[in-house]
């Protein structure tokens, strides 16, 4: 995968059905993207596993589903109607709008622009070489309006982050599920940001989906709480068997840190067409947020501490990712090509538990007696797990398309079966072959798939 | 159930955990709601039964997740611009704005107004008696721009359905999965309406889930297809457990069609404070979508009949749904009030399968002794399923709340458990006691639900 180039990987992506350009048909839209047959299933199985870890299996944290259109003083309180914003100048004569901060990168080194503020004087447009305004702030919220009438007061915007949505529930949470500090709030959703250099793929798009975490935690205890995490969040990367040299753990300096955090890291990834680059932050918010929705709505949003009798604001650890680039990391790291036996063989090394289709069903040929004898063997698998039957040309390309997307067993149904009742089952891994009766297939694969 | 005001309803979800209105700190927005930490349980399961009915068990279906955000030409084509829009008049006076056919509802019989021309003609301010303006048509699409400047160019929507990022994808689908007539393409997406008068509660939101299937068939075939979708589909609402008498199909007549379809059946439910509404509705939508993006994209999408030799544009039956509308079914419909040994005792009589909380883990005090042996028990009950640990009150109080959530199951650790290593597990339904020993629990609560 390291030297695969990104087209080459998108276009790999689509012809598999994994990942499609949305809304293709019409030249597509800039910066959204549509999940295909097994993009879906592994985007879901990603969702999954990430709730299992955070939220089923802690005593300590509860889940939340809120809208993604809030109540707009919400972007108010956060900072972001203020502050989430990128500098632009326009073109006067060509009209062209850029993105400050990069037409100046673009004839400066990199280090002289980071931290500084913007200035394009002495810059002329880089497409007619017309003259530059002065850069304007441009809010990165996409905005709508709610209700029948377009004006100020039906603002509203789709939101950036899903964290707020958490902090804004902080109250019913507490009163709903009588949690004790320290506990979390874990959400999975869409959220939205109208990028003006949207780009590698779904690594930066428009329209993306987040998991967050925000874990609330007694002010003191918040630095130790913040280890944990870090600690907590590099095994999960690890356990979905992703390589460990591939991952690094980066610190935020001072300069870069958001206006609400005393500390952030980041887990990196190293993209091949990218070098590291962020796939988790887990930041330290303090009692920014809370504090924020205090101030702006005018209620006290508290903990009752038993201990020390006094209503506390908690701090706030945040671990937050993205879906889709989590989805395209897991892609690229599983990616392997292999030569088996002098044959190239590419094989995406899924977690079992991650992968689209768990079982392909695959009789040795179309031969008449084996058709109902295959069928009647994926029925019974259907309940249980997700399968693909296939009997279109050899079984040994059959067996490489299953590698190629990432499917942990293959059963094959033979001439053997009519007489023994018992089918093969084949490894994607080791590409070892165990003859099993069918009355003992659903158990056996259950085994394999939990043990994996 | 049948009795309790919608208010009283809304109270208790929120009470409950299942449902808070969106960003409430700040006096909510109208139309939007979030999920609790119940929830979001239940939530997420309603949708992994769909999904598992209609993708997993099936060998005809396949499924996708498009963007919320599509290319516009979509929504001129499938003639959402044009055509998805409600006569609005706007007061001289006062300048508020209403729905000219809720005006003129209010001032004639129902049925003189049911398929007519809304005409306004006579009619004066509700509010302040004013003039009223001629009826203007208002899109109920949400706008919003992409990219960094705000002109007609960069307009887009947010999708009022998520049907058509299944039409626009149908020639990819078919391009990497190969399938072959009859097939349909399953999807869950949040799809957003600006309605002007949203309203009870999640029955009505501006944001909301879809569950909805596009089945491609044979012309000629569709007749037949439909009406086994519509048995399909009865079957599953009735699998999960909702009432038959409280379910009825119901045919729309030719006024009431959509301009798409030829042929629209719906699932309605009886609500308590609505009376029969529409749950589910399964349209045969003939070929219009397909055609009418082949005409605005400029390109075929057709499938080739090997039979025939033709390239043919399929028909479509769509069975399509609301998640929050069946959420809120599924609460009403489970909702019970029983009287045990001359108490009264709630129950949400869910299937296990969709229960937020699959297992509760009571010690039956917090005794010292007991609180390890619970706490390990739990422990081994998290890998599994949504288990919650509750140690809070007495015994008693703990089950009635267990059996107000719906919770399948009730795992007692008492003083008994310390010498034979047994618990107790209590069915929320039978309200029957049987004792098993811990190293058989996780295999027996598996059983237990996989029977239900």
């Known amino acids: ?93 060509c009209k062209r709008r850029f993105r400050a901060d990069e037409l100046i990168a673009s004839h400066h080194e990199p280090e002289s622009v980071h931290g500084h503020p913007v200035d394009v004087a002495g810059l002329r447009c880089p497409e007619c070489g017309g003259e530059l305004t002065e850069p304007r702030m441009f809010n990165l919220m996409f905005k709508t309006y709610v209700g029948p009438v377009e004006d100020d007061a039906s603002v509203a915007y789709l939101r950036p982050e899903t964290a707020q949505g958490i902090f804004v529930n902080f109250e019913n949470v507490l009163n709903t599920t009588r949690k004790k500090l320290p506990f979390g709030i874990a959400q999975i959703g869409k959220s939205f940001r109208n990028e003006i ?52 753990i980066r610190e935020h300096d001072k300069e870069e840190l958001s206006h609400y955090a005393k500390r952030t890291v980041d887990i990196e990834y190293e993209f091949p067409f990218a070098g590291f680059a962020e796939v988790e932050g887990i930041a330290n918010r ?56 002098g044959e190239k063989r590419t094989v995406l090394r899924l977690k079992p538990e991650l992968a689209p289709i768990k079982v392909a069903v695959l009789p040795l040929s179309r031969n008449e007696r ?52 018992a089918v093969t089952i084949r490894d994607r891994d080791t590409m070892e072959q165990v003859r099993v009766p069918i009355a003992n297939l659903v158990q056996t694969l259950r085994e394999k798939l939990d043990e994996s």
Chains 1, 2 share one sequence.
């Not at 063997?377 to 059959?398: E, K, T």
């Open 1 to 93: 995968m390291n030297n695969l180039p990104m087209d080459t990987f998108v276009s790999l992506c689509k012809r598999r059905g994994f990942v499609f350009q949305s809304s293709e048909i019409y030249g597509g839209i800039g910066g959204f993207w549509d999940y295909g047959p097994l993009g879906v299933e592994l985007k879901n199985n990603i969702k999954r596993a990430w709730w299992k870890t955070v939220v089923q299996e802690r005593d300590d944290m509860v889940g939340i589903d809120s809208a993604i259109v809030m109540n707009p003083r919400t972007w108010v309180a956060s900072g972001h109607v203020e502050t989430f914003a990128d500098p632009m100048v326009d073109c006067r004569s």
């Open 197 to 248: 250099t949207p780009g590698n793929f779904i690594f930066r798009d428009r329209e993306f989906e987040q998991m967050e975490i925000e874990y609330f935690v007694m002010p003191g205890a918040d630095e130790e709480c913040h280890e944990r995490w870090i600690e907590d969040r590099m095994s999960w990367w690890l356990g979905l068997g992703v390589r460990r040299d591939k991952l690094h």
């Open 286 to 341: 303090t009692d920014f947020d809370l504090r924020r929705h205090e101030e702006f709505a005018g209620r006290t949003l508290r903990y009752f501490d038993e201990a020390s009798g006094q209503q506390i604001i908690p701090y706030v650890i945040e671990p937050s990712m993205g879906v889709d680039r989590c989805f395209l990391t897991l892609l690229i790291d599983s990616y392997v090509e292999e030569e088996v036996r």
């Open 370 to 421: 084996l058709v109902p004898t295959a069928r009647r063997v994926a029925g019974l698998l259907r309940p249980r797990f997700m399968v693909q039957y296939d009997d279109a040309q050899s079984i040994g390309r059959r067996y490489r398309r299953q590698d190629e997307i990432g499917t942990p067993f293959g059963v094959t149904v033979d001439f053997d079966t009519l007489d023994d009742d």
